[in-house]
Structure formats: structure tokens, C-alpha cells
């Protein structure tokens, strides 16, 4: 990202678990510190961190309840005080709470506005000012990258999930606006799954079933996801668009979320 000889630092947002820990991963055998974020994993964070370091050496743990704004906002700030410096920022924490049109309030809304929509852009936000401040103290070359995790279904609707969708559609639409605003400094790209993990909802047998529902008879692999990840932040000729890796899921017409289908 930057030609000094600096180790490159991303944070990784709801990296205790799940795909953001297969993320982190990917990024700290790539060479990155990572600064491994949660909300309530605080364990499985700590596990995260031990991984990475044992590929990447430093890495660290950071608590933040996205639903608050004052803790988003200090993020990065806290992340900056502890490695010095920061690249990149992965925005795959998300909040997935059922909803849908006879369900639907301001209050289901809100909740995924802030976690999913509202912090991506105020990480960025920060991020491009920590990257403005380092050019104005003679870094001339500092540049930064966002990716944003995004979901096959803004491409694929069904009526489940109003609210999470709702808050993706949001943020691949903050995602061409960042990528315009905070061009050239800071590059943002969307990255959208297709059914990739299983949920509480879905036995083990139903989730085989529907990950080989797609075109190429697979949908994405936490593999698959980590390593588009990397890509995205390490190419530096993309911006302002999305990869959908999700074995074409996108391409086909599901009439409900995996979850309940
Ligand atoms: N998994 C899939 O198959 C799939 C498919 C399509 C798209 N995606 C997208 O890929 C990303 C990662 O998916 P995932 O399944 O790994 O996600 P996940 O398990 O649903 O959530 C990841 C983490 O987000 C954190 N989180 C949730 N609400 C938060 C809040 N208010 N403040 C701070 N952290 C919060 C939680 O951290 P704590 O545990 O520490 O509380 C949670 O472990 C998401 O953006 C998702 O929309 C995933």
C-alpha cells in the first residue's frame, strides 16, 4: 500500500469469528498486522489475535458496540495510538436480525443502520483523514483502502430480511459515494458473498443442500471471500465497484432467504 518499508496495518471489523476471522487470516499470512475487532467475542477475538500473530507477528484485539456512535468514532483513533498507523479497514461486522414487511419498525431499521451502514462510513471517514493527516506530515504517498461486505441478495431480492437488506443496499450505495469522495487517496470496494456460513436457523444438511444452489454448483468458501478481500485491498487500480463471489447465486431467483427456505 505504501512503498516505505512499514509493515501495512487493517482493521478487520467483527473479526472474533465466522468469515471476518477467515479474513484476518488470509490478511496476516499476507503480511498485514491486523487489528482484530469485536463486540462480545472477547475470547474468541483473543484466539483471532493469537492466529494472526503467529503468521503475521503483531496483531491486536479492540471492543466496539457499533450500535454506538461515540465507540465507533474512537475506533480508529485507538487502533492509530496502538500500531502508529493504519492502511485499510474491512468492514465485515454486521448485525442479521429477522424482519420483514409486517414485522418492520424504526426501531429493527435503526439498529441495522447503525451497525451495518452508518459505522462502514464512519470508518472510512477516519481512515481518510488519518491518511490525509500522514500526507500532510510528509508521507507523500499514503493511500488507503476500504472493503466493504456486502451480500448477493441486493442482487437476488426476497422479502426476508428487510432491515439487513435495507442496510446493504445502503452501503453499496455509501460505497460509490466514498469511492468518488475520498478518491484518490482512499480506494472503497464492495465485496458480496453468496451463502457462505451457516446460521442457527439451518441444519447442517439444509445448508449442503443450498450451498451447491448456483450456477457452478458451489457458493463461496470462506477461502474464496478471504481471498477477494486481499485482492481488493492490495489492487490498486480498483474502486467504486463490487465482486459478487458466490458461485453466480446472484444470477438466479431464490423467493426467500437461505435461512428460511
Ligand atoms: N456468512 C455468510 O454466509 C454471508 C453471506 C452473505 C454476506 N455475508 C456478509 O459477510 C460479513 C461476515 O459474515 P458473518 O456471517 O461472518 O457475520 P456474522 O457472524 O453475522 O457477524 C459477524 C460479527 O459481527 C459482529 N457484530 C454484529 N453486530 C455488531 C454491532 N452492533 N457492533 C459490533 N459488532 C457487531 C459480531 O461480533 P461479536 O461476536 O464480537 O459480537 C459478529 O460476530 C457480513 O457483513 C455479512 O453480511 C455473509
Known sequence: MSPTSRPRTVLVTGAAKRLGRSIALALAAGGWQVAVHYRASAQDA???VAACADLAGASAHFDADFEDETAVRNLVPRVITHFGSLDAVVNSASLFEHDDVQTFGFAALEKHLRSNTATPVLLAQALHRHVADRVAAGEADARGAVVNLLDQKL?????DFMSYT????ALEAAGTMLALALAPRVRVVGVAPGLTLTSHMLSDEKFTQLHALSPLGRSSTPEDVAATVKFALENQSITGTTLLVDGGQHLMKFERDFSLM
Open 46 to 48: 483473543m484466539d483471532t
Open 166 to 169: 435495507l442496510s446493504k443496499a
Open 155 to 159: 442482487w437476488n431480492q426476497n422479502p
